[in-house]
């Protein structure tokens, strides 16, 4: 369904005698989702290879957890979706919000893939402010002073 203003470019185009070809493109030049619809096992395994073993296994564990527990997200599409969303993030910060997540027992409240890739995704942007204000508010340990004491 075109609406008239469409139809009306199409029409100009026409009169000059210029040769229309739709382009759809299937893959996000921001993001890099592909929305060619095919089999998702060789690309989720390809993202995934990319991780450490540890956050491989980790991964599979929450995914699993997610796919029994949250039937919305029980689809290797929304598998793969989340793969693309967090690979960009730290392997490191990855582990840790996948320990959060586990720990937590998120998939049990109904939250999956997307609030597993937020938890990720907030944290690799705010460690560092957190690790600084987490100092000012604990403090640092206090100075050694073994030495001290084994003078008197």
Known sequence: MLDDRTRKKLARLQELNLDVKWVSLSKCPA???DSDPHNRNSDIRRLLHTRRAQARTLLSEASR???????SNATLEQQ?????????VNDEV???ALRQYLAGKYWKQGKGYMYLAAIATSHGLDRENIAIYEKKFRGSPPPDRT??????
């Open 31 to 33: 993001c890099g989702y």
């Open 147 to 152: 030495d001290e004491l084994n003078e008197v």
């Open 80 to 88: 793969y979706r989340f793969l693309l969303r967090i690979k960009d």
């Open 65 to 71: 957890n997610i796919k029994e527990h949250v039937k």
């Open 94 to 96: 990855l582990i840790w």
